[in-house]
T-cell receptor, first 113, second 108 residues
């Protein structure tokens, strides 16, 4: 199994630009989570989906952030417009209902200049 | 109040030492408990689940005290390869809540 796949691994952009992060969960997993990690705040849950439906997006910082899961094998996290304070590592993770193990992708290191 | 609180450390211990990490959680309805390990610039990975009766996996022992809402991880005979950040995690019911992590460096 390929595991959770995220792209890009690194993204450097200028303030005001649109950023799109991508995630392919493990095949057969029905829950998908987007986390953001910074030194100050640790791992913060942004949003999670169950069976492609957003269940809780209360962690999304503001309207500049949006996430979609058009099908069971793909999700995107979009930031528009990006700001320097969005700089962080963004992780996608998936799990299978009933199995409590959470599998993470390698993350996207985002730097907004 | 944070869902999960951990001492951030850092803990710097010599090889062979025993080290213990503690964690508290705020919501008594939390259902499942875990320790994850995160190496520098890598993704978190599950180290072990934590059960009320306590459980052991080689040199690692995890304990849960539901009454005190307290979780611990004990590492015996520390190895250089144990150097990492250890994240305390609680689940309730579909969401995973992570502590900010405790940094461990094992020194030769």
């Amino acid at each position: 199994d390929a595991g959770v796949i995220q792209s890009p691994r690194h993204e450097v952009t200028e303030m005001g630009q649109e950023v799109t992060l991508r995630c392919k969960p493990i095949s057969g997993h029905n829950s998908l989570f987007w986390y953001r990690q910074t030194m100050m705040r640790g791992l913060e849950l942004l949003i999670y989906f169950n069976n492609n439906v957003p269940i809780d997006d209360s962690g999304m910082p503001e309207d500049r952030f949006s996430a979609k899961m058009p099908n069971a094998s793909f999700s995107t996290l979009k930031i528009q417009p990006s700001e320097p304070r969005d700089s962080a590592v963004y992780f996608c993770a998936s799990s299978f209902g009933g199995n409590e193990k959470l599998f993470f992708g390698s993350g996207t290191q985002l730097s907004v200049l | 109040r944070k869902e999960v609180e951990q001492d951030p450390g850092p803990f710097n211990v010599p090889e062979g030492a025993t080290v213990a990490f503690n964690c508290t959680y705020s919501n008594s309805a939390s259902q499942s408990f875990f320790w994850y390990r995160q190496d520098c610039r890598k993704e978190p990975k599950l180290l072990m689940s934590v059960y009320s009766s306590g459980n052991e996996d080689g040199r690692f022992t995890a304990q849960l005290n539901r009454a005190s809402q307290y979780i611990s991880l004990l590492i015996r005979d520390s190895k250089l390869s144990d150097s990492a950040t250890y994240l305390c995690v609680v689940k309730r019911p579909d969401q995973f809540y992570f502590g900010t992590g405790t940094s461990l460096t094992v020194i030769p």
